[in-house]
């Protein structure tokens, strides 16, 4: 019985694949300009094969029997249109779209992004390009391959805590909305994408603005913005299963679900997933669940979509980093190490008994817990031919800690008096328990909250949005005491409270007129006003007295050159202005750190043909008051930002994709750059005296950390039959610094990774789709770390340096499964 099924289901599956004989390919162009439409919906509706225009606007179905066929094609913020085609040998069509007129989900973003009307630098990334790559991994890692980015995972895979760089700015100066609602953390700036993992299972969309970019809600960005759009409407009902399995037990599941178009009105779609991981640094698993709900009401001119998502995640710290030491197996460094960081003998046991996955922390529940929801209204209405209002509302509930076992820490961090072991009328400081193993947990409950608007006119010459956001973030940061060896408080105990209240409002408007048919003019103004509040006790029992306002305008002016369809000559010169964050207060009681302030300069040529397309870009980024580590330290021992006057980054970034053949296409970038600080000054404390002497060393014209000069990706694709396809993934880094002083023995080597991805898709008569995929990542076993970081001292004038580091995973695979319905 088990054969005669077997042997029945090899036959639905392979039945539609022998009885293919020919090729229908074509392109999708808008009707208006003739510019191809990338990532346009083609499907078969007799078999409902689909497929997804690539970067050229093209389109193929390969092996397809001999008969008649509508070819229905579909675009965001087009008419649909249908072609009937009878094959009876391989044919090309050419498909025009026409503007849609009735309001679409595009609507929701087009504030917030740029075209190829926009003088900035941009790149967009796909659906297709985000369901091929992602296996579970955050969302910075389906992003690696494109311009100016690095990557880098906590635990080594990219599951778990993961950062992007873009241009070398961390992600505390990257602006990141969501459907155009900002999800930057408020306070720190920051951005943390396993508080929504595999968002990219529920993403139409992203675009990547490097510069400054276009006015948008949120944070100002100081190196790029990343603009993430959810799903857009599916008028077609489907049901999806994805599983993945591979190297250091990972796993993910995901379901997902659409009822497709309800009584022409009504969709919704959802989904639930599930990924795990032991991660390649030891003990640093992952446990992520998330979820994303929408239902959307599409009538005429109206459009109402409500959408809920989020996660709740469970992962192990692994956030301390690997010595030097410990990465070049050298026990004379180690024990140096050992010494500088005062470990015990556990601890130190743990270092020389580990290699290059090495964790400094071994207690059980040594672990970040955090669960974050996000409930989006969008409302969108037509009000006439040429004017259109969209709003939303938005609300995020973020609550949960992270837990520590502290060896022998002091107790004057916990605000309690000494213990006294004696009961003797003259204790004596021999009777008094000054430190103490102890665990603790440090607690985020927030609330965040606002509206955000846009007003957009479209006419034949002048396109102008209005709009703008208020925005409000109330945060309550404790911290309690689980357990003490020596008895100083109650059980949860709480050892500190404060609470910071930030308003963010802005408001923006952007017009593009275009004066001739070749010639467009840009400009685009922001105001954004910003208060910050915060009081309480910190965690290092420091008082707490913040109320900061902070008033910036931004302008931004360019102009579109266009000597043809195809061709786009654009240069743009922008402002940007950032507020210190949280810890810029907290770490400097006292003092006053400056905003920082960036004169952005971009100009640059973008040309797509027929089966090839180049961008070349020159920027310039030019800061004043940027906010740098110097090595200074507070009276606790916190490093403190410093701002340095003049800093600047400049360099040329190159994009192209080229289509060798039917089967062949390359998409490949490089970045070159320099990134400066006309002066740095380095502290450094010299503890052979108390208290510690300050001192100082200046160097000039150095490079900025974190920031190499050299980038370069590349994707090679090989379609050698119908649903089978073979890509190599190159990623190059340069050499970076892991610190301003230009220093030859603080920095990250430069590495080379190489990744091999498999594909393989089938259509049968009761699954619409299924997709094999292999993924094998560092497939050359390259030994290398993407992140670091460094700290010294002086001791009677001799120099004592360590420098940690976040080694990635070596050659390792992930298995996926696809099933749609």
């Not at 008649?68 to 008419?79: A, C, L, P, W």
């Not at 409930?375 to 837990?403: D, I, M, P, V």
């Not at 685009?524 to 965690?539: F, K, L, P």
Request: negative net charge; glycine residues 8%; proline residues 3%.
């Amino acid at each position: 019985m088990l054969k005669f099924f077997s042997a029945a289901l090899f036959v639905l599956l392979v039945t539609p694949v022998l009885a293919q004989n020919f090729t229908l390919s074509g392109e999708v162009r808008d009707s208006k300009n003739k510019k191809a439409l990338i990532g346009a919906t083609v499907r078969l509706s007799e078999s409902g094969i689909v497929t997804i225009t690539d970067a050229f606007g093209q389109f193929e179905f390969r092996k397809l029997s001999a008969g008649s066929y509508t070819v229905v094609i579909t675009s965001i913020g087009y008419e649909e249109k249908t072609e009937r085609v009878d094959l009876t040998a391989n044919a090309e069509i050419s498909i025009t779209l026409n503007d849609n007129f009735i309001v679409t989900d595009e609507v929701v973003v087009l504030a917030t992004r740029a075209d190829d009307k926009t003088p900035t630098t941009f790149t967009n990334v796909g659906k297709k390009e985000i369901r091929d790559q992602n296996f579970g991994q955050d969302l910075p890692f389906l992003l690696n391959w494109t311009p100016s980015v690095v990557t880098t995972s906590d635990a080594g895979t990219g599951i778990g805590y993961t950062g992007v760089r873009i241009r070398g700015s961390d992600a505390t100066r990257i602006n990141v909305t969501i459907n155009g609602i900002p999800y930057n953390d408020s306070e720190s700036l920051g951005t943390f994408w396993v508080d929504i993992p595999d968002i990219a299972s529920s993403s139409q969309s992203v675009q990547i603005q490097r510069g400054v970019g276009t006015s948008t809600n949120g944070a100002g960005a100081f190196g790029a913005s990343i603009n993430l759009q959810t799903n857009t409407r599916n008028d077609l009902p489907y049901a999806e299963i994805i599983s993945s399995a591979g190297s250091f037990k990972t796993f993910r599941n995901t379901l997902s679900f659409g009822t497709g178009l309800l009584k022409d009105t009504w969709v919704i779609d959802g989904r639930i997933s599930n990924i795990s991981s032991d991660g390649y640094i030891d003990r640093a698993f992952a446990d992520l669940r998330s979820y994303y709900f929408s239902t959307g009401f599409y009538r005429g001119n109206t459009m109402l979509k409500a959408i809920a998502f989020g996660g709740h995640e469970r992962t192990y710290q692994s956030w301390y980093g690997v010595p030097q030491s410990r990465l070049e197996n050298d026990a004379d460094a180690m024990a140096g190490t050992i010494g500088n960081e005062g470990w015990n003998d556990a601890q130190a046991e743990n270092l020389l008994n580990s290699g290059r996955t090495f964790n400094p922390y071994t207690y059980k529940d040594q672990v970040d817990d955090y669960g974050q929801n996000h409930y989006q209204l969008h409302f969108s209405q037509k009000l006439a031919t040429a004017l259109t209002l969209n709003t939303s509302l938005h609300y995020t509930k973020g609550k949960g800690y992270y837990e520590e076992y502290k060896v022998d820490d002091g107790i004057e961090n916990y605000g309690v008096d000494y213990p006294i072991i004696n009961d003797d009328d003259e204790p004596s400081d021999n009777d008094t328990i000054f430190s103490t193993d102890i665990i603790r947990r440090r607690w985020l409950d927030n609330d965040f909250y606002g509206i955000t608007f846009g007003l957009s006119y479209e006419a034949d010459k002048l396109s102008s949005v209005l709009g703008g956001a208020w925005n409000r973030y109330e945060g309550d940061h404790f911290g309690k005491i689980l357990w003490a060896a020596t008895t100083i408080a109650p059980i949860n105990h709480k050892y500190y409270d404060n609470f910071g209240d930030k308003r963010d409002y802005n408001i923006y408007w952007k017009n593009t007129y275009q004066f001739n048919a070749k010639l467009s003019g840009y400009v685009d103004v922001q105001y954004r006003g910003i208060q910050y509040t915060a009081s309480g006790i910190e965690n290092k029992q420091n008082a707490l007295n913040i109320n900061k306002t902070f008033d910036f305008f931004n302008p931004k002016i360019g102009f579109v050159f266009s000597p043809s369809v195809s061709q786009q000559l654009y240069a743009s010169l922008s402002v940007a202005n950032r507020e210190p964050v949280r810890d810029d207060f907290v770490d400097a009681p006292g003092s006053t750190p400056k905003p920082e302030r960036l004169i952005n300069v971009e100009t640059g040529y973008r040309f797509t043909g027929k089966n090839y397309m180049i961008h070349a870009n020159y920027y310039l980024m030019d800061y004043t008051d940027q906010l740098v580590l110097t090595g200074a330290v507070n009276d606790v021992g916190a490093s403190v930002r410093t701002n340095v006057d003049k800093s600047y980054r400049m360099g040329v970034e190159l994009e192209g994709s080229v289509k060798l053949s039917r089967r062949f296409l390359w998409n490949a970038n490089v970045t070159l750059s320099r990134n400066k600080i006309a002066t740095f000054t380095e502290v450094l404390y010299d503890y052979v005296s108390e208290p510690a002497e300050v001192k100082t060393a200046t160097v000039d014209d150095t490079d900025i950390s974190f920031s190499p000069s050299l980038i370069a990706g590349s994707c090679i694709t090989y379609m050698p039959a119908k649903g089978f396809e073979a890509t190599l993934l190159s990623k190059y880094v340069g050499k970076q610094y892991l610190d301003n002083t230009q220093n030859d023995e603080r920095t990250i080597d430069a590495y080379f990774v190489n990744d091999i991805r498999l594909k393989y898709t089938i259509s049968t008569n009761i699954v619409r789709q299924i997709s094999f995929s292999l993924l094998v990542n560092n497939v050359f076993d390259e030994v290398y770390e993407s992140n670091g970081y460094t700290w010294g001292y002086l001791y009677d004038g001799d120099h004592y340096r360590e420098n940690y580091y976040f080694p990635q995973a070596g050659r390792n695979f992930m298995g996926m499964l696809t099933l749609t319905f």
